[in-house]
């Protein structure tokens, strides 16, 4: 056990050699989580409406404002912010809502500016949304109401999904850069034979090896999990077995072994530091867009789920729902097995994957044996 | 000029050594590609099941509509598959569709007598993006089903029309989709990068090897000696923003063709202003690792702010201030209209000229940091 405490201490005494490396793997997903927060679409559009110039306008653009308003989620944000403009001389930068008569018929006419088909879909289902609450007020009890069944009490923001996601990238991207950043530099830096000179079981020396990248993963996805916490307000419950935060860690931890297996293997194999670190964060990059990245794996389509089985992304997001969402989905046994098996496994071809690389360069070859005879 | 094509032959064979570095410009980039591809490039339709128990004609109207109504993207809002109702309660509760709308029997007799009609639509709202298109895009639907059924039902419905009529203008024949404008912005980050990767994997080598000592006792001036580094940069920027836009070919079928060396220039003059600092970064830093990812990530960030994801001529106003010290902002759109539209950008003139001082006065201000760093160390 002392021995063990001692290569742990040494292997966290890494750190000081490589902290920028360090920083980057562990502070790099969080910062993709804030930069991808500015980016992803919030709810609630401004949309110009032009001020009327007639009287008969001015009733028009008045209720047009007024269900404008109205458009919503009645357990979430508002969808449109209508704002009154002077119309523009020139072309709409955006866009622009006028009430013209055509062919004697009042009507809201949305001019665009140079936007994309995704800002023109926005722009035109909102304005519809608020024009079919006017045609419903005038339908009156012939209009048909859409009686609203979500999946979850109140609609929760996209940039938490996105961050639930990314929880188990991070403690990839962490776990594999690191694990083959140290194992390649041990090559480079000829500190591997020292470990062949080692008196000691290379079962303990992996061992600590894993344990430092396993809590230096967990302390990159706590990062994580703090950002996720302060930007949407949402922090894991327990459940009835687990506190919080344990419960995530222990959905984290085997993520965080296969990939700090994976990264110790591609150091064994390949031996320098850079093809090491682009295989580590292919691999992360990878294994997060296959795994569940931007919406549960069903929704893409039969291929695209069969893929996101192989990765342990797609079983920790869908382990990660019940603290996070409240609610279960897929099989919680099946995917903790998946993870279980995973883990084990990459554990096992890091034992051989070592034996190969570093114990069987020593001798002791059956060939030299027959030969020493 | 024979000393400027030696040493470039010089750069040239110091690249090959370590090639794999240069995937450095190009990883970052096809994997952004990728991930906004698979968000924004595919069918971005809803899947739900419809559940139509109703035996009378507005019911199946209100199906009918659903295969209709069209979404800017030309597809339409809704997929919608006709399954039994244990089926899609089945498919609801395994996430393999997003939605269930469900037609009461008494649709059609609570629609004619005026006595309430209701629809149930059942959706997903673990994402509230996809939450509020359920909601919106079901006014859609609605729009056009109260319209059918004033117009084509027979008998037609009595309904009124609506209290104002809905109309919109576009400013060009055929709408822009939003992926190939990524895709483009993508294909500048690549130039950027492919040209800032290799200068700084060029300059820290000759750091470490010492190299640079050589260079700081030679007689003639230096910059002789860095621009065939930032020739070779930029080039390898350039032809790595030929391979992403391959992929963009392959993908969604758009290629500059003969205005490629227009996007090429304005994107060359973009990535020189970056290869000056890159320049600078890789005479300076003593490890390869955080240097090449501080490279990465800047790349990365400008491209966010820089008008990456968007057109920066509607978003004028939710432009950063930050970014208008990129000279990415200027360069974006006139690239777009470019490999987009094929067609000349309107301030073609103004962005060159912009451009050129942009990378002409880092050029000036980072090979002159360069040199005298150079010099100090012979």
Redesign the interface.
Known sequence: MARFRLLLLTEFKLFRATVPVHLIAILQPTLLFLLMGLVLVYPTFDMAVARPTTPEAAAHVEALVSAMRQVGSPIGLPYINPILVEAPVQGATRQIITVEDRDGAPTAVQRYGLIDSNLVKNFRNRLTAAGLRLWNGSLGRRGVLVEEHPWLPRDLPYTLYFGVALLPMTVCLAASLLGGVGTAMDFEFGAITEYRLAPLSPALILAARLVRLVLTALVSAGILLAAIGLSTGAWPQASPQLAALPLVAAILLPVAVTAGCLGIIAGLILRRTIPTFVVGLTASLGGWLLGDAFGLAAGFGGGYQAVSRLTPNAHAVELLFRPYYGVTVAAPASSALALTLFSGGMVLLTALAYRRAVIRPMGDHPRQRRSRR | MRRFWILLSTELKAWRH?P??A??GF?APA?ML??FG???GGRLTF?IALVNQDAGPYGALLRQTFDEVL???GTSYYDVADLPEDAAWRAYQ?????GVWVIPADFSAR?AA????????????????????H??????I??R??EKARTELRPPAE??????????????PV????FP?IAVGIVLLSITLGGMMNIFMLTYKEQVARITLEFGLAPRLLAWALAPKALLALIMGWLTGIVVMGLVYLWIGIWPGRYLWAAWLLAGLVALFWIALALLLGLRTR????GA??TI?TG??VF?ISGG???V?????RVIWLAWLFPNTYAVDPIRDLVLFHAWPADWTITLLRLIAFAGLSLAVGMGLAARGLRRCG
Not at chain 2, 94 to 98: A, G, L, N
Not at chain 2, 115 to 122: F, W
């Open positions: 370590d794999i570095t995937l450095g990883i994997v990728v991930a698979l968000l924004f899947k979404s800017p993207f395994t996430f393999r569709i997003d629609l005026g006595e309430g009609p209701t629809v149930a639509m059942h959706f997903m709202n673990y994402n509230d993006d996809r939450a509020k298109n909601r919106i895009y079901a006014a859609e609605l729009w089903f109260y309904l009124p029309e609506p209290p104002l009529a809905l109309a919109e203008v576009y400013p060009l709408m822009i989709d939003w404008i490890n390869y690792m955080p990812i501080a990530l990365v960030l966010f994801l968007s057109l001529r509607a978003n004028v106003d």
